[in-house]
Nanobody, 117 residues
Framework: VQLQASGGGSVQAGGSLKLSCVAR???????????MGWYRQAPGNQRELVAD???????NYQDSVKGRFTISKDNSKKTVYLQMNSLKPEDTAKYYC?????????WGQGTLVTVSS
């Protein structure tokens, strides 16, 4: 199984980006039954949870991104998304997708988001 993240880039403050993470090689039932999350790590900081989505559809967001970011998934494409709007310079970080199945955690390679003021 490989998680392939994409969609990062450089934007100005106030802009938007949509991150995608495809779970290649993961069987459909594992994908649909797993908890999914997006984390980020800025230079010098620890990795932190940005948003997660349970298999039942419940979502949870870090306070700093509430109302601006939306996590979602497409089971048919085995893809999890993070729509990021009203981006701020403090959102600058490398973003990682995570899929937590019953047996193990999977991590993507990260995609860099840079927001300039």
């Amino acid at each position: 199984v490989q998680l392939q993240a994409s969609g990062g880039g450089s934007v100005q403050a106030g802009g938007s980006l949509k991150l995608s993470c495809v779970a290649r090689g993961m069987i459909w039932s594992t994908f649909t039954g797993s908890r999914m999350g997006w984390y980020r790590q800025a230079p010098g900081n620890q990795r932190e949870l940005v948003a997660d989505l349970t298999s039942s559809g419940s979502t949870n967001y870090q306070d700093s991104v509430k109302g601006r970011f939306t996590i979602s998934k497409d089971n048919s494409k085995k893809t999890v998304y993070l729509q990021m709007n009203s981006l701020k310079p403090e959102d600058t970080a490398k973003y990682y997708c995570n899929i937590e199945s019953a047996s193990r955690d999977y991590w993507g390679q990260g995609t860099l988001v840079t927001v300039s003021s």
